[in-house]
Every structure is written in C-alpha cells, then in structure tokens.
C-alpha cells in the first residue's frame, strides 16, 4: 500500500503564507506526476498545481506568481510553497500522485488532506 503524508497546513493571516509538504510511503518503486488539489466548502475539488518528475510544473490561474510546487524525488516529496495567501485560498489541500508500484502496478493516490485557513 502507498500513503502520502500531508503536513503544513494552518492558519496564516492574508497576505502571509504557507508551504505544505506530501511524502509519499510504503510500496514504491518511482513516482511520476504529482500535484496539489484543492477543495472549499461546497465546492468541488480544483487542481492547484502539478509537476512532472522532471519538474515541469502548471499552475491554475488563480495561484499563479503566487505558490510554487517543487519536488524531491529522493524523498518522495512534493511541496507547495503558497505566498500571499487569500481569504479565497482557504479550503483543504490534497496531495495527488501518480506511482508505480514495487510490484510494477501503476496507481493513483491521493492524500487525507490538510485544512489550509486564511482569515484575520
């Protein structure tokens, strides 16, 4: 089984910011795209960003020149470094990877999710 591990989700202030971080774990051999979702209350879930294992990235509009995704493959890593927060931010971020497995399967996972708040 693989599991992604979100952390760095809270409260900031607007204008401040945030980076969250999603390792993934257990039974796997490489991981290829990964991306950060999102979902408001009473919304459906929105892609944030992506990036391929070769570090291409894509942005939805209304985070672009604001967050940046990165990536560790060493560690299984990605990150969202979110700057200039907005109230309209606030929803919980999902981590989203695409893995082939040990075993030579080729799975898609997503993370539990960390609320992301941004208020005053």
């Known amino acids: 089984q693989v599991q992604l591990a979100e952390s760095g989700g809270g409260l900031v202030q607007p204008g401040g910011s945030l980076k969250l971080s999603c390792a993934g774990s257990?039974?796997?051999?490489?991981?290829?795209?990964m991306g950060w979702y999102r979902q408001a209350p009473g919304k459906q879930r929105e892609l944030v960003a992506t990036?391929?294992?070769?570090?291409?990235?894509n942005y939805a509009d209304p985070v672009k020149g604001r967050f940046t995704i990165s990536r560790d493959n060493a560690k299984n890593t990605v990150f969202l470094q979110m700057n200039s927060l907005k109230p309209e931010d606030t929803a919980v971020y999902y981590c989203?990877?695409?893995?082939?497995?040990?075993?030579?399967?080729?799975?898609?996972?997503w993370g539990q999710g960390t609320q992301v708040t941004v208020s005053s």
């Open positions: 989203n990877a695409d893995v082939r497995g040990n075993s030579g399967g080729y799975y898609n996972y």
């Open positions: 257990g039974s796997i051999f490489v991981i290829y795209a």
């Open positions: 990036i391929t294992r070769g570090s291409t990235t």
